[in-house]
């Protein structure tokens, strides 16, 4: 589990209660700035720390929620926010014994979001850091710690061979695989499996050679992977990485229900384009290019309109406002996201009445017609 999927712990309150003196307490290191000057903490500073008992967290250290008199600020305050969305515990920290009217809203918004909270009054100045870090393990929600297996309920045991499929086009970055495929392939040590890596022309060979039980594919394959595996190995499941995610990340089933929203899209229909890296030129090409263009082919509706929604930027607030704005929601694997952060997603859609699927599941019915 690399740290995008560790559990993600935020530190809250309003500017200099002394978050980042705390970040820097908890993880031994001089990692975020500290002053007596409010607005010091811009961005929100991401901190991975193995905690003892426990195992390895990403620490968020945040602006204050009351650094509002500045535009700057404002748009710290938001970003500050918008980290509630993919924390597992929200650790606030209050000046005094009791929450100001301040601090009560930061608490308010954090139940809000769902989000379980660890309160600690003033300033966790009389606490020791093995106090606090033992009431941060106490404090995690169950869920954060329960990952779904990356193979989901396939048995995947010692010896078994899994084949993946990593076109290397264009749009593959240099020198590398993307992060999906590197998952993949460390579930399929940690199984003791045998992992057999190719690009599309190669696998007819590879499945004569290694019967294998599973092949995954990138989704861009999926149609020619299909077609191959049910020429050499009819019996041999094929699935792709990003439905592998859409399982461990996201929930099949709001997926599933969401795609039969695809066939009633009709002219003027918006879809919202969720993918939560901005980094990989991959998934770019996918959300932005791709999947609008087999959209339009399949459904023979020319005129979609898409919105993109990139990295942890918020969800359009026309999602929130209006019900029923968008026909459809398409969610990326979330290799970069934790998984409370698609889960929040998820629910974000449901809550506004917009069906949401995912970019793989989506894929394959628009490139196998299922
Ligand atoms: N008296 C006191 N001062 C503190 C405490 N924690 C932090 N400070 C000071 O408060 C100021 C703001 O701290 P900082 O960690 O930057 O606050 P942040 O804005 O919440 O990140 C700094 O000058 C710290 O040295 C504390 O527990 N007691
Ligand atoms: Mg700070």
Avoid at 235 to 247: H, I, Y
Avoid at 257 to 281: F, M, T, W, Y
């Amino acid at each position: 589990m690399g740290k995008e999927s560790s559990p993600h712990i935020g530190i809250y309150g309003v500017a200099n209660a002394g978050k980042s003196t705390l970040l820097n307490r908890l993880t031994g290191q001089q990692s975020a700035i500290v002053s007596p000057q409010a607005g010091t903490t811009a961005d929100p500073v991401r901190r991975s720390f193995e905690i003892a008992g426990y195992g390895p967290v990403v620490f968020i250290d945040t602006a204050g929620i009351d650094d509002t008199a500045s535009e700057l600020g404002r748009l710290r305050v938001r970003k500050t926010w918008q980290t509630l969305t993919e924390v597992d515990l929200a650790i606030v920290l209050l000046v005094g014994s009791e929450p100001s009217p301040a601090e009560r809203h930061l608490l308010d918004t954090v139940r809000a979001n769902d989000v379980p909270a660890l309160v600690l009054p003033e300033r966790a100045a009389n606490l020791s850091t093995d106090e606090i870090l033992r009431r941060v393990r106490e404090s995690m929600p169950e869920s954060s710690q329960s990952v779904p297996p990356f193979f989901g309920e396939r048995p995947i045991a010692a010896g078994d061979v899994l084949v993946f499929v990593c076109p290397i086009d264009s749009a593959a970055p240099a020198g590398r695989l993307i992060l999906p495929q590197v998952q993949a392939l460390r579930a399929a040590l940690d199984a003791r499996a045998v992992a057999v890596t190719v690009q599309p022309p190669q696998l007819p060979e590879a499945l004569e050679m290694y019967a294998p039980r599973l092949v995954v594919t990138d989704s861009q394959a999926f149609r020619e992977v299909v077609a191959m595996v049910g020429k050499h190995r009819p019996r041999t499941e094929v699935t792709s990485f990003s439905v592998l995610l859409a399982e461990q990340k996201g929930d099949k089933a709001v997926y599933t229900e969401g795609l039969k929203a695809v066939d009633v899209l009709k002219p003027g229909d918006r879809v919202l384009i969720i993918e939560n890296c901005s980094h990989q030129a991959t998934c770019d090409d996918i959300g932005r290019a791709k999947i609008p263009g087999w959209l339009r082919e399949y459904t023979g509706v020319g005129d979609l309109r898409f919105t993109f929604v990139s990295g942890r930027d918020p969800l359009p607030a026309e999602l929130y406002a209006v019900p029923g704005y968008f026909a459809l929601a398409v969610q990326c694997g979330g290799c970069v996201s934790t998984r409370r952060m698609i889960q929040s997603r998820i629910h974000a859609a449901r809550r506004s009445g917009v069906p949401i699927t995912n970019y793989g599941m989506l894929i394959r019915k628009l490139q196998v017609r299922g």
